[in-house]
């Protein structure tokens, strides 16, 4: 097979199938690309780096992270070797370690004949299509394989497990967290390594499912976003009467809640509680949310005396656009959450423990707490449609709405007083995602949704 199958470079990674895109030949000459690219960036000799890695649960991870590892070291760098963790740990490792990058073999959410790299600079920044990735690609694309290495790099293991711990629990006082009953998923992926050790420290009833780590993947694909993958742990939440049900994805950077009534709690209305609780602690500062997110968060952030600041979506977006505004929190709807005294990264441990610290601290319901919210903001969800020519189906949309206030952050974004959506193009598909919100009634939402559906859906001229 082609070691450097240009399909795997993705906007924020490098992905693809193993066998057939991806395999342990190509990750060696990834390593020896990223080496090149991080010495270009940090303006030093390869023979100087410092590189984290870590490696996930999937059944390939350990060649795909040693192959890599050699590539580090042919070209020089010593290599500290995390071993099995979350991605986080990965990102902590490289920021507590100030080391000059790292990479986490992991395929995050994908389904099992997936594999993968995440990249990050010094202060775990995200590399992406746009800021390094690129450079690899060509790299990998051209002649690298035929170059000599300089070779005398090193690998050295270490273990980041307690520290991470101590960090992720500086986040919240855990004589604020009650014996609540928790139902956790951790989708047989990293949620039960990195996350569990810090929750049997705090007095909970803990309702533990598919918590062991396992590649194979048997019980269901490591995706809550997908409403089909977080079923189980809805029903088993009503089942057990449980407080709050949460479920991680594949390497565990993103979780996601159920409240105590058993309903989904949508990623921006989190971001608009996770808001309030921090702005409590550390009020004026600013938050961060994604151009799909709800009214929710901006209004939230408002009403304590918050700043709030709009973004791109993507978190190689997010990382840097936290360290411009010197955001404090940062949240998307997908379920990726930003924390300034976390190196700006995502983490999936560290909203857990806010939202248990919160919903002690309240004495009240998650299903209360997020209902206030529901009642006033009615939101579509994501909803993709293949469309022929995104970007001029864009336009004609644009173009029916002429009265609106129009934005062009990320896709197009049309904003009424009492309704808006944005509507963006897929980076790898020829699809259009569409959220959409109505501050007047659930009734009103669906009818502007369909409205808007249908609009997208129609045949293009020409």
């Not at 810090?198 to 409403?227: Q, S």
């Not at 609780?277 to 004026?284: D, E, F, Q, R, V």
């Not at 610290?357 to 004495?363: A, I, Q, T, W, Y």
Request: hydrophobic share 40%.
């Amino acid at each position: 097979m082609n070691p450097t199958n240009p399909s795997v470079f993705k906007a924020y990674d490098v992905r693809g199938l193993y066998g057939a895109e991806m395999d342990g030949e190509s990750s060696y000459l990834l390593g020896r690309g990223f080496a090149r690219v991080l010495a270009g960036l940090r303006d030093k000799p390869t023979a100087e780096l410092r590189v984290g890695l870590g490696r996930d649960m999937r059944i390939e991870a350990p060649e795909m992270a040693a192959q890599f590892a050699e590539g580090l070291v042919v070209e020089g760098a010593s290599v500290l070797d995390a071993g099995m963790v979350g991605t986080e740990m990965l990102y902590f490792l490289v920021g507590s370690q100030e080391l000059d990058g790292g990479a986490m073999i992991t395929a995050s959410h994908n389904p099992k004949a997936y594999t993968g790299v995440k990249l990050v600079r010094e202060g775990a920044l995200a590399l992406s299509g746009e800021s390094g990735i690129g450079e690899i690609r060509d790299l990998c694309l051209g002649e690298l394989a035929d170059l000599p290495a300089p070779g005398g790099g090193s690998i050295e293991p270490v273990d980041v497990s307690e520290a991470f711990q101590q960090r992720a629990l500086s986040f919240v006082d855990p004589t604020k967290i009650k014996p609540l009953k928790v139902v956790l998923d951790g989708g047989n992926g990293m949620a039960g390594v990195m996350v569990g050790p810090l929750l049997d420290r705090l007095g909970l009833d803990l309702v533990k499912t598919y918590w062991e780590p396992d590649g194979n993947f048997p019980d269901h694909e490591p995706n809550p976003l997908l409403p089909e993958n977080r079923q189980f742990v809805i029903d088993r939440v009503r089942a057990e009467r449980a407080d709050l049900g949460i479920a991680w994805d594949g390497d565990a950077d993103r979780c996601f809640f159920i409240d105590d009534a058993g309903q989904f709690v949508d990623g921006d209305f989190l971001t608009a509680l996770l808001a309030g609780s921090i702005l409590a602690k550390s009020p004026g500062s600013r938050i961060l949310y994604d151009v799909r997110a709800s009214r929710a968060v901006a209004d939230t952030v408002h009403a304590v005396g918050g700043s709030a600041e709009i973004n791109r979506v993507g978190h190689a977006f997010f990382k840097a656009a936290m360290r411009q505004h010197d955001a404090i929190f940062g949240g998307e709807v997908s379920g990726h959450y930003y924390f300034r005294d976390f190196y700006s990264a995502d983490s999936g441990t560290i909203p857990a423990l806010l939202v248990l610290e919160l919903l002690g601290r309240e004495g009240r319901a998650l299903s209360k707490l997020v209902g206030e919210l529901r009642s006033r903001y009615f939101i579509s969800g994501e909803i993709n449609s293949e469309v022929a020519d995104p970007a001029a189906k864009m336009e004609e949309i644009v173009a029916s709405h002429p009265d609106a206030e129009l934005t062009r952050l990320d896709g197009i974004s049309i904003d009424y007083p009492d309704w808006h959506f944005n509507v963006r193009p897929s980076n790898t598909e020829p699809l259009l995602r569409l959220n959409l919100e109505s501050l007047l009634s659930e009734a009103d939402m669906a009818q502007k949704r369909d409205a808007l559906l249908a609009q997208i859906r129609a045949p293009q001229s020409g």
